[in-house]
């Protein structure tokens, strides 16, 4: 027989039980939904956390003194501005460098005093952090040549001393300075307080860090690298360059978000995993139901069989009607889950963050239909079998 006349009369079988049909599908609708939700979801948190550690600085490498809480550590041990600029100079794949010192102050404004971190920066710092300016603006050339006294200060710092009134152009004291508040700025994500910028943070030109400090060293050296590529190089080299420039007693971390990084993509890859072993559990459920109503089906068509068998139908005419049908099951399923899978995205994609995009996986979907597909078919070829296999004499004797 034909595979067109055994695909007719398993639509004709199918039509004739719709609602059986379509419960027994609803398994399927479920696991090849979740199979093609799971990759997207997975694909999209990953996404989003890798983006949200890459905020904090892209293809970042730093670098700190070791310290020693017994013993006070030579001069020649702290980082310069000389090793700043010999990182920028001798190790390849440096795309900007910058230094940071910060020490904890008081800041005093009306009469208000809080305590506050001082931060100074150099150069390149805002190329590195990318800090966001919510008012006022960022240090330019000239701020940092003429050791201008201004500075920036955190969003939590003026809502707590200026409250809404714009702190830009007001000034605040710190020890014997005054300084001029020319912008007012927050971390691009959140670090919560796990990098130099705590939530009452000033920062100012690092050229006036020798007025607080009588030396001019940094506390925490920063490296971008031209490539994620480049990170593993640039991490390497630093570290050996900074330990040839100072004595060998001389202890340096070398950082990078790599591990970070490395971290949030094994546990979305676990997550994924999981979630993708409990939609083929659905779907292995689902098969089990297949299986069953097909069973069910082969009973009551019992007489049908003898008769098509009488008139000469072959065994393997009737494995394939029923399997055809097992398939139209499954695949039919697997189709509108499919399509379910991929409007939900679509549909919570207008309450995601503006610059989040649902990235939609050819796989997950290709995958999702093949195994439903294989799962009816699987566990529909014991009942086709057990058609096949029928006796004519014994099939049209059945009542």
């Known amino acids: 027989m034909h595979i067109r006349e055994s695909f007719t009369l398993a639509v004709d079988a199918l039509r004739a039980n719709k609602v059986r049909a379509i419960l027994t599908s609803i398994g399927v609708i479920i696991g090849s939904a979740s199979i093609v939700l799971v990759v997207t979801v997975a ?13 904090v600085g892209s293809n970042l490498v730093w670098a700190e003194l070791v310290k020693t809480p017994e013993k006070a550590q030579p001069l020649d041990y702290e980082l310069t501005l000389d090793d700043m600029a010999d990182v920028q100079s001798s190790v390849p794949g440096v795309a900007d460098v910058a230094g940071i010192y910060a020490v904890p102050m008081a800041v005093v404004v009306h009469a208000k ?32 040549e003429a050791r201008s006294k201004v500075c920036l200060i955190t969003k939590e710092l003026a809502e707590r001393i200026f409250g809404l009134e714009n702190p830009v152009g007001q000034n605040l004291h710190m020890g014997e300075l005054t300084f001029t508040i020319i912008g ?34 940094i506390r925490t050296l920063y490296a971008q690298a031209t490539g994620p590529e480049m990170v593993p190089v640039v991490q390497r080299k630093m570290l050996m360059l900074l330990k040839s420039r100072h004595p060998a007693q001389a202890e340096y971390n070398v950082r990078t978000l790599s591990s970070i990084l490395s971290a949030a993509r094994t546990i979305s890859l676990a997550l994924t995993i999981l979630l993708v072993v409990i939609a083929f559990i659905a779907l292995l459920i689902s098969g089990v139901g297949i299986m069953n109503i097909m069973l069910v089906t082969v009973r009551e068509r019992t007489r049908e069989i003898g008769i098509r068998k009488a008139v000469g139908a072959a065994p393997k005419e009737i494995l394939m009607q029923f399997l055809v049908e097992a398939f139209l099951l499954s695949g039919g399923g697997a189709v509108i889950g499919i399509l379910l899978g991929l409007a939900i995205p679509v549909l919570v994609q207008q309450l995601l963050p503006g610059n989040l995009r649902v990235p939609v996986s050819t796989t997950s979907v290709v995958v999702a239909f093949l195994v439903s597909c294989s799962t009816g078919i699987f566990f529909g070829w014991l009942p086709a079998k057990q058609a096949a296999n029928m006796e004519p004499v014994e099939s049209l004797r059945y009542e």
């Open 43 to 55: 694909l999209t948190s990953r996404k989003y956390v890798i983006s949200q550690i890459e905020a």
């Open 184 to 217: 007012v700025f927050r971390e691009r994500v959140s670090t919560y307080g796990l990098s130099e910028i705590e939530e009452e943070s000033v920062i100012i030109p690092f050229t006036l860090v020798k007025y607080y400090t009588g030396r001019e060293v």
């Open 113 to 144: 005093t809080r305590p506050a971190t001082l931060i100074g920066v150099t150069e390149g710092y805002q190329a590195i952090r990318r800090l966001v300016i919510l008012r006022g603006r960022y240090f330019d050339a000239e701020d940092m």
